[in-house]
């Protein structure tokens, strides 16, 4: 099962100008065992890209085929489907929050695709256990826990939804390092425990050279780069996407040039001190 991109256009009309979002973008992604990064600067075309597999947005032409549900739509063909199929993060997910408690806001969404309350019920617990939230926690206010655990209850009620695609915009903006590593980690486990294809939008290099292992790379709304991240921090057209490299590497780097280190590359700051050490070997 596939989520395939061909020859996808889609602009953006203002009052007296058209933005061109995506160019031509031709992609596939596989709903299992991947871990995606998507980068580019502002304005490349990033959001639109993930939208569009959520079927918020129709493109102007081309198709994009998700799971055998293709976009645009025939007339009267009901898209919501695709909102359970690919469940969308939104940077800041924690002000979606609005039930009475934190379990019957996780439950929202199971209830809203018609599942009964039970069922509704027993997938927002397990989708609470996933995300570390259990207990008399599940019976509180959602804005009377603290901001890390609001996020995690917003994340469990995407996850309770059971999409086959976990797309995350800008996870971890607003946490300090404490809560970034935290919540990427959370990413990682879910990733590994249930193979879902996570797609993590970010313009955070050190996250993408962490955590991803294919990066797609959009600039201008053209995909200019999609493979394997250590094919990318080597592109010779590195610099013309305009990306940071990540620290690790940057450091790697400074030390070739400073201290005659050897340049192996190193993705995690783990990995680079490991490499450090066993060069004083």
Request: net charge positive; glycine share 8%.
């Amino acid at each position: 099962m596939e989520i395939r991109f061909k020859k996808v256009n889609f602009k953006y009309k203002g009052l007296s100008d058209i933005t061109h979002a995506l160019k031509e973008v031709s992609l596939t992604i596989n709903h299992k065992n991947e871990f995606i990064a998507v980068v580019g600067q502002t304005g490349s075309g990033k959001s639109t890209l993930v939208q569009l597999m959520n079927g918020l947005l129709i493109p102007d032409s081309g198709t994009v085929d998700v799971f055998g549900f293709k976009l645009p739509p025939k007339r009267r063909q009901k898209i919501n489907q695709l909102r359970q199929e690919v469940g969308l993060v939104f940077q800041f997910p924690e002000y979606q929050l609005f039930e009475e408690t934190v379990i019957k806001d996780i439950m929202f969404g199971p209830k809203n695709f018609k599942k009964t309350a039970k069922d509704a019920e027993t997938r927002a617990l397990e989708a609470a256990k996933m995300v570390g939230l259990e207990g008399d926690i599940l019976k509180s206010s959602p804005f009377k826990i603290s901001g890390g655990q609001m996020r995690r209850a917003a994340i469990a009620g995407i996850l309770a939804m059971d999409p086959r695609v976990l797309v995350l915009d800008e996870p971890t903006r607003g946490l300090d390092p404490q809560g970034r590593t935290e919540m990427m980690e959370l990413f990682r486990e879910i990733h590994e425990n249930t193979k879902k294809t996570i797609i993590l939008i970010t313009h955070d290099m050190d996250l993408v050279s962490e955590y991803a292992r294919r990066v797609i790379v959009l600039k201008d709304g053209e995909v200019v780069f999609d493979g394997k991240k250590e094919e990318l921090f080597e592109d010779p057209n590195f610099k013309s996407y305009h990306l940071s490299l990540p620290t690790p590497l940057k450091i790697l780097k400074y030390l070739e040039e400073e201290c005659g280190i050897i340049y192996k590359p190193q993705y995690t700051y783990d990995d680079l001190i490991k490499y450090l050490k066993e060069g004083k070997k």
